[in-house]
Protein backbone atom coordinates (compact mmCIF):
# COMPACT_ATOMS: atom_id res chain seq x y z
CA UNK A 1 0.00 0.00 0.00
CA UNK A 2 3.15 2.34 -0.32
CA UNK A 3 1.54 3.39 -3.60
CA UNK A 4 -1.25 5.21 -2.26
CA UNK A 5 1.83 7.70 -0.43
CA UNK A 6 4.24 7.89 -3.06
CA UNK A 7 4.40 10.93 -4.98
CA UNK A 8 5.23 9.29 -8.39
CA UNK A 9 2.73 6.88 -8.47
CA UNK A 10 -0.32 7.39 -10.98
CA UNK A 11 -2.36 5.78 -8.18
CA UNK A 12 -1.31 7.57 -5.24
CA UNK A 13 -4.20 8.67 -2.81
CA UNK A 14 -4.52 12.38 -4.28
CA UNK A 15 -5.03 10.60 -8.11
CA UNK A 16 -7.43 7.78 -6.98
CA UNK A 17 -9.59 10.54 -5.58
CA UNK A 18 -8.71 12.40 -9.09
CA UNK A 19 -10.58 9.39 -10.40
CA UNK A 20 -13.59 9.23 -8.48
CA UNK A 21 -14.39 12.55 -9.54
CA UNK A 22 -13.67 11.80 -13.19
CA UNK A 23 -16.32 8.51 -12.55
CA UNK A 24 -18.75 10.63 -10.74
CA UNK A 25 -18.60 13.10 -14.17
CA UNK A 26 -19.02 10.51 -16.47
CA UNK A 27 -21.41 8.78 -14.87
CA UNK A 28 -23.40 12.24 -14.41
CA UNK A 29 -22.98 12.51 -18.19
CA UNK A 30 -24.59 8.96 -18.50
CA UNK A 31 -27.55 10.57 -16.16
CA UNK A 32 -28.05 13.49 -18.10
CA UNK A 33 -28.68 11.40 -21.15
CA UNK A 34 -31.79 9.68 -19.14
CA UNK A 35 -33.08 12.95 -18.42
CA UNK A 36 -32.30 12.27 -15.11
CA UNK A 37 -31.08 15.53 -13.94
CA UNK A 38 -31.67 15.06 -10.46
CA UNK A 39 -28.58 12.20 -10.17
CA UNK A 40 -27.02 13.89 -12.52
CA UNK A 41 -26.73 16.83 -10.58
CA UNK A 42 -26.15 14.51 -7.46
CA UNK A 43 -23.21 13.39 -9.13
CA UNK A 44 -21.39 16.67 -10.52
CA UNK A 45 -21.60 17.69 -6.32
CA UNK A 46 -20.02 14.19 -5.29
CA UNK A 47 -17.23 15.17 -8.39
CA UNK A 48 -16.96 18.45 -6.72
CA UNK A 49 -16.22 17.66 -3.27
CA UNK A 50 -13.25 14.47 -4.44
CA UNK A 51 -11.99 17.60 -6.42
CA UNK A 52 -11.96 19.86 -2.95
CA UNK A 53 -9.99 16.80 -1.18
CA UNK A 54 -7.56 15.25 -4.24
CA UNK A 55 -5.70 18.92 -4.16
CA UNK A 56 -5.95 19.06 -0.17
CA UNK A 57 -4.60 15.09 0.18
CA UNK A 58 -2.55 16.33 -2.32
CA UNK A 59 -0.47 19.03 -0.60
CA UNK A 60 -0.75 17.33 2.60
CA UNK A 61 0.74 14.07 1.59
CA UNK A 62 3.23 16.27 -0.52
CA UNK A 63 1.95 13.49 -3.48
CA UNK A 64 1.51 16.39 -6.37
CA UNK A 65 3.11 15.51 -9.38
CA UNK A 66 2.87 16.46 -13.26
CA UNK A 67 0.50 13.26 -13.87
CA UNK A 68 -1.67 14.19 -11.04
CA UNK A 69 -1.83 18.60 -12.32
CA UNK A 70 -3.25 17.11 -15.96
CA UNK A 71 -5.30 14.30 -14.24
CA UNK A 72 -6.84 17.21 -12.32
CA UNK A 73 -7.29 18.97 -15.36
CA UNK A 74 -8.81 16.58 -17.20
CA UNK A 75 -11.42 15.84 -14.26
CA UNK A 76 -12.27 19.28 -14.20
CA UNK A 77 -13.31 19.32 -17.64
CA UNK A 78 -15.00 16.94 -17.93
CA UNK A 79 -16.72 17.87 -14.38
CA UNK A 80 -16.84 21.51 -14.23
CA UNK A 81 -17.00 22.04 -17.72
CA UNK A 82 -18.96 19.42 -20.39
CA UNK A 83 -21.28 17.97 -17.36
CA UNK A 84 -22.87 21.54 -16.25
CA UNK A 85 -22.72 22.70 -20.16
CA UNK A 86 -24.45 19.18 -21.28
CA UNK A 87 -26.98 19.52 -18.60
CA UNK A 88 -28.38 23.06 -19.39
CA UNK A 89 -28.45 22.10 -23.53
CA UNK A 90 -30.31 18.69 -22.57
CA UNK A 91 -32.29 20.48 -20.13
CA UNK A 92 -32.98 23.68 -20.65
CA UNK A 93 -32.11 24.21 -24.28
CA UNK A 94 -33.36 21.41 -26.07
CA UNK A 95 -36.49 21.21 -24.64
CA UNK A 96 -37.29 25.56 -25.51
CA UNK A 97 -35.65 25.84 -28.76
CA UNK A 98 -35.51 25.16 -32.33
CA UNK A 99 -33.84 26.65 -35.54
CA UNK A 100 -31.90 29.40 -34.69
CA UNK A 101 -32.26 29.53 -30.83
CA UNK A 102 -31.04 26.59 -30.85
CA UNK A 103 -27.72 26.77 -33.02
CA UNK A 104 -27.00 30.29 -30.83
CA UNK A 105 -27.50 28.16 -28.19
CA UNK A 106 -25.27 25.41 -29.48
CA UNK A 107 -22.26 28.45 -29.98
CA UNK A 108 -22.69 30.03 -27.03
CA UNK A 109 -22.33 26.22 -25.56
CA UNK A 110 -18.98 25.99 -27.56
CA UNK A 111 -17.82 28.51 -26.51
CA UNK A 112 -18.17 28.09 -22.79
CA UNK A 113 -16.53 24.62 -23.39
CA UNK A 114 -13.45 26.15 -25.32
CA UNK A 115 -13.17 28.97 -22.85
CA UNK A 116 -13.15 26.16 -20.00
CA UNK A 117 -10.52 24.54 -22.06
CA UNK A 118 -8.12 27.59 -22.43
CA UNK A 119 -8.48 28.06 -18.69
CA UNK A 120 -7.45 24.54 -18.08
CA UNK A 121 -4.48 24.59 -20.10
CA UNK A 122 -3.15 27.84 -19.51
CA UNK A 123 -3.35 27.06 -15.69
CA UNK A 124 -1.27 23.81 -16.24
CA UNK A 125 1.18 26.14 -18.45
CA UNK A 126 1.88 28.29 -15.80
CA UNK A 127 1.47 26.06 -12.42
CA UNK A 128 4.14 24.32 -10.74
CA UNK A 129 3.09 20.72 -9.22
CA UNK A 130 2.34 21.64 -5.70
CA UNK A 131 2.24 25.19 -6.38
CA UNK A 132 -0.99 27.60 -5.26
CA UNK A 133 -1.15 31.14 -5.62
CA UNK A 134 -3.24 33.48 -3.49
CA UNK A 135 -5.64 34.27 -6.06
CA UNK A 136 -6.82 33.22 -8.86
CA UNK A 137 -7.01 35.20 -12.34
CA UNK A 138 -10.31 34.41 -14.11
CA UNK A 139 -13.17 32.29 -12.64
CA UNK A 140 -11.69 29.04 -11.52
CA UNK A 141 -13.66 26.04 -13.43
CA UNK A 142 -15.34 24.75 -10.69
CA UNK A 143 -16.82 28.06 -9.64
CA UNK A 144 -18.10 28.63 -12.79
CA UNK A 145 -20.38 25.04 -12.76
CA UNK A 146 -21.34 26.02 -9.30
CA UNK A 147 -22.39 29.44 -11.40
CA UNK A 148 -23.82 27.07 -14.23
CA UNK A 149 -25.85 25.40 -11.49
CA UNK A 150 -27.40 28.02 -10.29
CA UNK A 151 -28.33 29.23 -13.74
CA UNK A 152 -30.00 25.80 -14.36
CA UNK A 153 -31.72 26.13 -11.13
CA UNK A 154 -32.93 29.13 -11.76
CA UNK A 155 -34.29 27.94 -15.28
CA UNK A 156 -35.68 24.46 -13.81
CA UNK A 157 -37.71 26.72 -11.55
CA UNK A 158 -38.62 29.29 -14.01
CA UNK A 159 -36.77 32.36 -12.57
CA UNK A 160 -35.44 32.86 -16.03
CA UNK A 161 -36.62 32.16 -19.15
CA UNK A 162 -34.23 29.96 -21.58
CA UNK A 163 -33.06 33.09 -23.57
CA UNK A 164 -31.60 34.41 -20.59
CA UNK A 165 -29.91 31.49 -19.75
CA UNK A 166 -27.81 31.51 -23.21
CA UNK A 167 -26.20 35.33 -22.29
CA UNK A 168 -25.60 34.05 -18.76
CA UNK A 169 -23.33 31.02 -19.93
CA UNK A 170 -21.97 33.48 -22.42
CA UNK A 171 -20.99 35.98 -19.45
CA UNK A 172 -19.57 32.97 -17.39
CA UNK A 173 -17.78 31.68 -20.01
CA UNK A 174 -15.96 35.31 -20.66
CA UNK A 175 -15.49 35.41 -16.86
CA UNK A 176 -13.23 31.95 -17.23
CA UNK A 177 -10.21 33.78 -19.09
CA UNK A 178 -11.24 37.22 -17.40
CA UNK A 179 -8.67 39.57 -14.90
CA UNK A 180 -11.05 39.53 -12.32
CA UNK A 181 -9.26 38.09 -9.27
CA UNK A 182 -10.87 35.32 -7.57
CA UNK A 183 -9.44 34.29 -3.89
CA UNK A 184 -8.23 31.10 -3.25
CA UNK A 185 -9.44 29.20 -0.83
Known sequence: MNFLFTPSSH???AN????VNI???????YYITQN????AVILAWVGGAFDIFDGKIARKYQ??????????SFADFLSFVLVPVFLIFQAVYTV??????LI???????????SGLRRLIHFNINTDAGEVDKYFTGVPTPLGAILLW??????AYALVSAPVVIGLMGVIGWLLNSKVKVPHP
Open 11 to 13: FNL
Open 16 to 19: LFTM
Open 23 to 29: TAGLMAT
Open 36 to 39: NFFV
Open 63 to 72: LSNEFGVQLD
Open 96 to 101: NFQGFW
Open 104 to 114: AAAMVSIYYVI
Open 150 to 155: LVYLSA
